[in-house]
């Protein structure tokens, strides 16, 4: 459902954006630090939200891998603490074994 609503999100911002970039089809001036260009504002507004989604996704990416890396450290933790756990467990049993 969250996946659906988030797909719904990205097309109503996609029109949006669509929207105003048909609207505005001028000519504007850029001013870079080494000089300027004239390009249609159509394409200023696209390119902008096409890097911004770049920008996001990257961002977005970076931190997927880090909760990979913290899930696998967890797990790993984990792991070790079930097998200490199980050994603790194994050696409670066998001195109740020798009490019995």
Do not use: C
Not at 35 to 46: D, H, S, W
Not at 60 to 83: I, M, N, P
Request: hydrophobic share 55%; no cysteine; charged share 15%.
């Amino acid at each position: 459902m969250k996946g659906q609503i988030n797909v719904i999100l990205a097309l109503v911002l996609a029109l949006i954006v669509a929207l105003l970039a048909v609207a505005n089809v001028e000519q504007v001036t850029i001013h870079y630090l080494v000089g300027e260009t004239r390009l249609p504002l159509i394409i200023v507004i696209l390119g902008s939200a096409v890097l911004g989604g770049l920008v996001v996704g990257m961002l977005g990416w970076v931190r997927l891998f880090s909760l990979r890396r913290q899930v696998k450290a967890l797990q790993k933790e984990q792991e070790a603490w079930t097998a200490a756990k199980g050994m603790n467990d194994q050696s409670t049993a066998v001195s109740q074994e020798r009490d019995a």
